[in-house]
């Protein structure tokens, strides 16, 4: 199968097996990502050790 750059989030959702297991980990990490960078933003501009 090859990739369509034209419609990536279609091709994405058809995906099957560790394809798409691998998707859901990255939208996940992502996720994760933003709830964890918010507190250490906020120590980091308070200065807070």
């Known amino acids: 199968m090859r990739g369509d750059n ?3 989030r279609i091709q994405a959702l058809q995906l099957t097996g560790v394809g798409a297991r ?4 990255q939208a996940n990490s992502w996720e994760a990502l933003t709830v964890f960078s918010a507190p250490i933003r ?3 501009i308070s200065r807070i050790r």
Not at 22 to 25: G, N, S, T, W, Y
Request: aromatic content about 0%.
């Open 6 to 8: 034209k419609e990536p």
């Open 22 to 25: 691998a998707m859901a980990a």
């Open 42 to 44: 906020s120590q980091r």
